[in-house]
């Protein structure tokens, strides 16, 4: 089951350990994309776009503050798709695919708030049965 848990949280980070490292590896690229949204300044915003990716996933994946790196990877996802996927100002296929790319990112953001959730409710309970009585 230990195996599972892990595997279901692999997948989970899977497009931010996937993203940051694509980042990393073309930092030219990730700056282009904070200017095609208009993120400015755009240097600082992709180098911390990068660590926020990597960095959250690798919380959520050793357990580590699991709950910060999931409630980062939840907001940083809510605000993302807000600034990609802003389906109310388009029109046509574009319209229906970015507003399906909209719900699917509220969907996972979910799945972290839900990873959040109930890594501080584990970590109440040991909290609960450790203190003297």
Known sequence: MRALHWLA???LCAAYLQGGL????????AVAEMQHFG???ATPLAAAVIAGELGAA???LTGRLRWLGAAWLALFTLAASCIANRYW???GAERFMAANAFYEHLGLAGGFLLVAWHDLANK???WQHAAPA
């Open 9 to 11: 949280l692999l997948l």
């Open 22 to 29: 694509n980042k990393l590896l073309d930092f030219g690229g």
């Open 39 to 41: 993120l400015q300044p």
């Open 58 to 60: 690798i919380l959520v």
């Open 89 to 91: 100002e388009m029109a």
């Open 124 to 126: 109440e309970k040991t």
